[in-house]
Structure formats: C-alpha cells, structure tokens
C-alpha cells in the first residue's frame, strides 16, 4: 500500500477515534445508563405506532371503494411518519448502547 494511502487510513482511524470518544463523553454526559425497565415504555409506544399504522391500512383496505381520499392519505402518512420517527429513535437508541456511548443497566 502507498504511504499516501496508509496516511489517509490513519488519519481515518484517529478520526473514528476521536468521533467514538466525543460521542461516548458527550451522550454519557446526557444519558449516562439505563435499565431495561426504562427503556420498555418506548418501545411499547413503537409498537402501538406501528399497530396503528397496519390498522388503519386494513380499515381503509375493506372498507375501500376506490383509492383513499386525499385525507385518508394524509392521515396514512402521518402514522407512518410517526412510527418511522419512533424506530429511528429506537434504533439510534440500540446503536448508542452498541457502541458503548450509554451503559445498560441489568436490572
């Protein structure tokens, strides 16, 4: 590998050090741990958005004559807006504790 090439791979290294290191001080800093406990609450409320969403689809679905009216649409879109916000959150969540930057508490 050239010397410019293991420079960049180095510098890209510190880098991903750096950014581990301000992420972990700054979201510990925040949100030092949590339980399992805690955390239960928010993903019931995923949950219960996502059966909200598949709800309405079907009771749109049977009681459906045609395709839905604009305010059914808008209706769909903010469930679904609500429920994709909800998993990004769940899922920034679990990257967090992935990667270290808030503790898990076992109880």
Not at 3 to 18: C, K, L, P, T
Not at 30 to 48: D, G, H, I, M
Not at 59 to 76: F, I, T, Y
């Amino acid at each position: 590998m050239p010397s410019d090439e293991r420079d960049i791979g180095r510098a890209r290294m510190q880098m991903h050090d750096i950014l581990r290191d301000i992420n972990r001080e700054t979201i510990h800093d925040l949100v030092p741990n949590v339980s399992v406990a805690e955390l239960t609450p928010y993903f019931q409320l995923v949950a219960k958005a996502r059966g909200m969403y598949i709800k309405r689809l079907i009771e749109l679905a049977h009681g459906a004559k045609g395709l839905p009216s604009d305010e059914q649409v808008r209706e769909l879109n903010l469930l679904r807006r609500s429920y994709d916000e909800l998993i990004h959150g769940a899922q920034m969540i679990e990257t967090a504790i992935e990667r270290g930057y808030i503790d898990v508490d076992k109880k």
